[in-house]
């Protein structure tokens, strides 16, 4: 089965201050999800990157593909309170099965 | 909001009953896919419903058992409770199974 690691597992931040989050495939990525949670709610659909090399923004969050590496990282810049949540990796392995990684727990300090 | 609606919000039921959980997929989305996630965890994927058929499956035991109706809301039903089914159930909708999912608001059932 496919695993998805994230890493950090937590990540507590001043306000204003930029953060990388890493998500890492055990197997070849098809498809590579960004959900954002807030905790014991259901999911926010951020991004999906599909291609390696992609990269996009919304707001002030980059996320990027790096197929070869089967790797995928989040980008916020100038982070702010409204950042604060679980952030969620996902794949597909085609099989019609979709996976989710263990979660990036983000704290913003104002 | 994504449209995904999802009753009830809260459970409480005891080990050996079953329960039934509902989801209302957003408008146009023809596949519904059930999650369980316990706390601390990311989610966990039960299966997927594809135009009223089971379209994939996760590591779950037959006793987790699902439906979609012709307008493609779905139903989630588990059977004989175990303490360690207490989680938060979420469903999520899609266009079809390979396209993003939106997900609802979740049902948080507790199994005592």
């Known amino acids: 089965s496919q695993e998805l690691e994230q890493s950090p597992q937590s990540l507590i931040v001043q306000e204003g201050k930029n953060l990388t989050i890493n998500c890492t495939s055990s197997k070849t990525l098809y498809g590579l999800y960004w959900y954002k949670q807030k905790y014991g709610e259901g999911l926010i659909f951020l991004m999906m990157l599909q291609k390696g090399g992609e990269e996009k923004s919304h707001e002030k969050i980059t996320a990027k593909l790096d197929e070869k590496k089967q790797q995928s990282s989040l980008h916020i810049t100038a982070s702010q309170p409204s950042h604060a949540g679980i952030y969620l990796c996902g794949a597909d392995n085609t099989g019609n099965q979709f996976y989710f990684g263990t979660g990036t727990s983000l704290t913003v300090i104002p | 909001e994504t449209g995904v609606t999802q009753s009830p919000t809260h459970l409480i039921k005891t080990r050996g009953q079953q329960v039934t959980l509902r989801c209302s997929s957003q408008s146009g989305h023809n596949t519904v896919s059930w999650y369980q996630q316990a706390l601390g965890q990311g989610p966990q994927f039960i299966f997927q419903?594809?135009?009223?058929?089971?379209?994939g499956r996760g590591n779950f035991p037959p006793r987790f058992s699902g439906l979609q109706f012709p307008n493609y809301s779905s139903e989630l039903n588990v059977n004989a409770l175990e303490l360690d089914d207490s989680a938060l159930y979420l469903c999520?909708?899609?266009?079809?199974?390979?396209?993003?999912?939106?997900f609802g608001p979740g049902t948080r059932l507790l199994v005592l």
């Open positions: 999520a909708s899609s266009w079809r199974a390979v396209e993003t999912q939106y």
């Open positions: 419903y594809y135009r009223e058929e089971e379209n």
